[in-house]
């Protein structure tokens, strides 16, 4: 329980530390932390059962999605000011390290395994971005186009 008390409380902080570096408003620092800590959480956990870096990437980087939808409606903000933030906790710098330092010290093996790993978990993130962004779309003209019906449904109520 500590444990995951850890986890989230230091994917927070790290996303609303970005949040603060990159200007965002201060109304939005708490969500950004949020976004952030959710998308790490459901990543850590998943990868905690079984799952592989790339899959935890791209179910983290769904909900990051998600939660920034949720709080651009919220607090009538682009969406973006929640994402990047959000996606600070996911990104594979770490891997990517390690592939450049393999590389110097000449052990290109590792380094060739590290690079495909650091790719591979940043394509996860891409596609989680890109899946939920579609998924949104999708959901917004729905929403438009039943508006619209109605409206017609109505306005033909309203002749007869």
């Not at 994917?11 to 990159?22: D, M, P, Q, R, V």
């Not at 932390?33 to 079984?50: E, R, V």
Request: overall charge positive; proline content about 3%.
């Amino acid at each position: 329980m500590l444990n995951l008390l850890i986890q989230f409380s230091f994917s927070f902080f790290a996303s609303a530390a970005y949040a603060i570096l990159t200007n965002v408003p201060r109304r939005s620092l708490v969500a950004c932390g949020l976004s952030g800590a959710i998308g790490w959480m459901l990543y850590w956990l998943s990868t905690q059962l079984g799952a592989n870096a790339a899959l935890g990437s791209l179910l983290g980087a769904l909900s990051v999605a998600a939660v920034s939808f949720v709080c651009s409606r919220k607090l009538k903000l682009p969406v973006t000011i929640f994402n990047i933030p959000g996606m600070v906790p996911l990104v594979p710098g770490g891997l990517a390290y390690q592939a450049v330092r393999n590389v110097v010290i000449g052990n290109y093996e590792t380094a060739i395994y590290s690079a495909v790993q650091a790719v591979m978990i940043a394509g996860a993130i891409a596609l989680g971005l890109v899946l939920s962004e579609v998924l949104n779309h999708n959901i917004r003209n729905f929403r438009e186009k039943r508006d619209i019906v109605s409206l017609i449904r109505k306005k033909e109520d309203k002749k007869h």
